[in-house]
């Protein structure tokens, strides 16, 4: 039933044209969520992000050895990249970064009104023809590092939700 209601109403949007406000309803959705999160104070009872490292089977010294070196050659930095991303967002998504949780609400407002105003089918020709214009020779003529740099410096300043690692099965949180 649930599959059946999601067909329609995914042909629904697309047949009467409705993307661009259906994602604007979205991210409206996603603003509220954060607004929600700030009023209730979800950064102040969740302090820290618990992970627990404890097993309850026993593994040799050297079977644990080689698994823990062949997966830290093989993914350690995707995966600390991944999770310091995972972490930044947290802390945007609960408003622990007041400034950066303000100007990623502000953004997803405009951008909700930007897709609930102007129909999708103009998004879609500007963003091909911007991307068309920006690998032509004119567009790298035109490019600056500046806005990337920006985004960057933005990016980086944003603290992540702490994390605290515990090896002790009675330790972990359920």
């Known amino acids: 039933m649930t599959t059946l209601m999601v067909i329609v109403a995914v042909t629904l949007i697309v047949y009467k044209e409705w993307i661009g406000k259906a994602i604007s309803a979205f991210l409206l959705l996603v603003v509220a969520n954060m607004i929600g ?3 209730g104070r979800l950064k102040d009872k969740q302090k820290e992000i618990v992970v627990c490292t404890a097993s309850n ?3 040799t010294t050297r079977e644990n050895i080689v698994s823990a070196q ?3 050659i093989t993914i350690r930095e995707i ?3 991944a ?3 995972i972490l930044k967002l947290h802390s945007i998504l609960v408003s622990r970064a007041h400034k950066h949780a303000n100007m990623v609400m502000l953004g997803l407002t405009g951008l909700a009104i930007l897709l609930a105003v102007i129909p999708f089918k ?3 020709i500007t963003a091909i023809f911007h991307s068309m214009i920006m690998t032509s020779k004119l567009g790298k003529y035109m490019k600056n590092g500046q806005g990337d740099r ?3 410096e933005w990016w980086d300043s944003i603290p992540p939700t702490p994390v605290r690692l ?3 099965a009675p330790a972990c949180p359920k």
């Open 37 to 39: 999160a700030r009023q």
């Open 79 to 81: 995966i600390q990249e």
């Open 150 to 152: 920006r985004l960057k």
């Open 57 to 59: 089977q026993p593994v």
């Open 122 to 124: 103009y998004l879609i």
């Open 70 to 72: 062949y997966g830290f």
């Open 166 to 168: 515990v090896d002790e």
């Open 83 to 85: 999770n310091a991303a």
